[in-house]
Each structure stands twice: as C-alpha cells, then as structure tokens.
Nanobody
Framework: QVHLVESGGGLVQAGGSLRLSCAASGRTFDTYGIGWFRQAPGKEREFVAA????????FYADSVKGRFTISGDNTKITVYLQMNSLKPEDTAAYYC??????????????????WGQGTQVTVSS
C-alpha cells in the first residue's frame, strides 16, 4: 500500500503561481513514479505531469508545458508541481497518484493504483 497526501492548493489570480506537494509513504519502492492528474466539474480526469523514479524522467501534458514543472526527491517521499502563469482553465481538483503498473505510459490513469484525496486549485480571471 502507498499513502499519498496532497497540499498546496488554493485561490490565485490568473498569471499567478502555486506549488503543490505530494507526500508519499508506504511501499513507494514498489512504484514507478508519481503522476498529477486534475478534474474540473463536468469534465473527465486528465493527465497533467509525472515524475519517474528511475532517472528522474518527467512528462507533461501539452496544455501545461512551459508553465508547470514537476520535481521529486530521490528518497521517493515527496513530489512537487510548480505551477506558473496559471490560467482560469487550470481550475480543477488536482490529484497525485502512484504508478504501480509497469505497463502503459505515465499519462495512463489505469496504471496508477494509489491516489490522494485531492487539493483544489482555483484560478480567477
């Protein structure tokens, strides 16, 4: 089992920044990395970014490239999502998840078995 806790969400004006944190505990050594997903009301959950434990590889959705930066420590405990130049369309509940399946890409939600409770990000125009 892997336990994940997100923090850092809040209300920010368009153009502002927030940093989300995902604290992982438990059998993190059995996972391949941490991904961030988001879900806005009435929309499907979508991939945002991911950090792979092996080599520190990073992956981003096209919609956030150049604005968001994901990073992690090498002790497999915390992963950060720095969000800059925020837009109203970034408003959503953000979830971090641990990728526990070796198959599939980091953007595939079904390869993640463990999810946090989510943190709300609201960007006002």
């Amino acid at each position: 089992q892997v336990h994940l806790v997100e923090s850092g969400g809040g209300l920010v004006q368009a153009g502002g920044s927030l940093r989300l944190s995902c604290a992982a505990s438990g059998r993190t050594f059995d996972t391949y990395g941490i991904g961030w997903f988001r879900q806005a009301p009435g929309k499907e959950r979508e991939f945002v970014a991911a950090f792979g434990w092996s080599g520190g590889d990073t992956f981003y959705a096209d919609s956030v490239k150049g604005r968001f930066t994901i990073s992690g420590d090498n002790t497999k405990i915390t992963v950060y999502l720095q969000m800059n130049s925020l837009k109203p369309e970034d408003t959503a509940a953000y979830y971090c998840a641990a990728k526990s399946r070796f198959w599939g890409t980091f953007s595939t939600p079904t390869t993640y078995d463990f999810w946090g409770q989510g943190t709300q990000v609201t960007v006002s125009s």
